[in-house]
Nanobody, 124 residues
Framework: QVQLDESGGGLVQAGGSLRLSCEASGRTPSSYTMGWFRQAPGLEREFVSYIRWSGGTTYYADSVKGRFTVSRDNAKNTLYLQMNNLKPEDTAIYYC?????????????????WGQGTQVTVSS
């Protein structure tokens, strides 16, 4: 089993920044992908970003490209999402996820484990 513990959410004004963290513990597989997704009220969960843990390949949704940066600290088994120039439309609960053998990393159902979510609220 893998546990994912998120932190770093909060309330920020438009144009501000936040950094989310997601620490993985337990029996992490040797090769996996970690992703960030978000869900706003009344909307479906949507892909934000992913990183392949071994090679470090990253990818972003168009809506956050150039503003968000995903990174990892291998020694700490921790995933990060640096969010800059935040907009009100970024308001959502943000979830980190971990998947083994992920083929389509922008698809939520590809992931095996999920964090509890952290609220990000951006005021205008």
């Amino acid at each position: 089993q893998v546990q994912l513990d998120e932190s770093g959410g909060g309330l920020v004004q438009a144009g501000g920044s936040l950094r989310l963290s997601c620490e993985a513990s337990g029996r992490t597989p040797s090769s996996y992908t970690m992703g960030w997704f978000r869900q706003a009220p009344g909307l479906e969960r949507e892909f934000v970003s992913y990183i392949r843990w071994s090679g470090g390949t990253t990818y972003y949704a168009d809506s956050v490209k150039g503003r968000f940066t995903v990174s990892r600290d291998n020694a700490k088994n921790t995933l990060y999402l640096q969010m800059n120039n935040l907009k009100p439309e970024d308001t959502a609960i943000y979830y980190c996820a971990l998947g083994r053998g992920v083929v389509f990393p922008t698809v939520a159902s590809e992931y095996d484990y999920w964090g509890q979510g952290t609220q990000v609220t951006v005021s205008s």
